[in-house]
């Protein structure tokens, strides 16, 4: 069986050779983010790099006139969409599409493991999306934040596919995923040039010592949403800040606040 430490070295040297290579999102999903990035992008210009791709275009005009964000009129075309769904979630979903696309495996074993934390992920973003309102946080940057925050298990599990062993003993590689998968999470959103506040929320969602001021952050957020979705958490999350900051008592059951558990199935069904 190969250590933690030699996997370790292994891993970020194929990295750095490029023979394993970092999650890349596809260009129309830079572009789109870029553009919201900037705040001064109109919904026609937004709309014009979503109809590019035909299969983003379709989600778009599904999720526009689904049941969490259906108007009175039905949605017909993208800038309509653009419109009504606002950037920032735009943003989201193009991402949440790409990712999604990412999520691919080579292996039946590496497949369940992939799809258990898509699934997560997705748990993770909206209830991510919940809680960010009641502290005044943006829900679709919470909801992104969410749906990133592992991303460094990908090339972990890509890598780890390659040693049968390690991969026939979902103990030890849970424990590398765990020790490992912050740093390298970090190291794919700093590629992709996202923000800060995305890429603390990789490098810290396992950090339970986690303290990035007094008013709540994304990262705050994503570890109370996470220990509501992950059942191994263990006692000691108990005492991480980010309850306090968010008002809420460890054994709050975020799921039965009045309103959550319905805006979660429905994100869940715009996601998966």
Sequence with gaps: MISEQEFSSQLRSAIEQNKITL??????????????????????????????????????????????????????????????????????LVVSLAMKQIFQATSDTLDTRLRAIWEESVQVAAISRALAQTVGLNREQ???????????????????DSFPELMSDPKTLDSYVEHLSPDIGKLILQTWGFSEALVKVAENYRNLNYDGGPAADY??????????????????????????????????????????????????????
């Design 219 to 272: 990262v705050d957020v994503v570890q109370v949403a996470r220990l509501q979705v992950v059942e191994d958490a263990g006692p000691e999350w108990m005492l991480a800040p980010a309850f306090r900051k968010l008002g809420l008592e460890p054994e709050a059951e975020v799921i039965e606040i009045e309103g959550v558990a319905d805006d979660v199935d429905e994100v869940r069904q715009i996601l998966l």
């Design 23 to 92: 999650p890349t999102l596809p260009e129309v999903a830079l572009k789109i983010r870029d553009a919201v990035e900037t705040d001064s992008s109109t919904a026609q210009q937004i709309a014009d790099m979503v109809t590019t791709d035909a299969a983003l275009s379709a989600r778009l005009l599904q999720v526009a006139n689904s049941p969490l964000y259906r108007g009175r009129v039905q949605i017909e075309n993208i800038q309509m969409a653009v419109t009504r769904l606002g950037q920032k979630l735009v943003r989201s």
């Design 142 to 160: 919470a909801m992104l934040a969410g749906l990133i925050h592992n991303i460094g298990s990908l090339p972990i599990l890509t890598m780890a």
